[in-house]
């Protein structure tokens, strides 16, 4: 798992205006995750926070990860 300490300003993934996301620069640091999730333009992240918002962020670093910790924000 990877957690991460996001700043306010920065979109976890592309939305209608492109622009560097979160999502973008744990790709290139870990471009493993590509292959966790069912979103490749999300891939590891577990959840969302807005691109103003700040806080901590959950990313899945395996397929098995990934369902364990949406399970749990179900929950």
Known sequence: MIVVDKPPGVPVHQGVKVEPSLADALLA?????????????????????????????????????????QRQFLA
């Not at 870990?30 to 959840?47: E, K, M, S």
């Not at 103003?52 to 990934?66: C, I, K, N, Y």
């Open 29 to 69: 640091r870990y471009p493993t995750l590509r292959d966790v999730g069912n979103n490749t333009a999300r891939a590891g992240i577990v959840h969302r926070l807005d691109k103003d918002t700040s806080g901590v962020l959950l990313v899945a670093r395996t397929p098995e990860m990934f369902e364990h910790l």
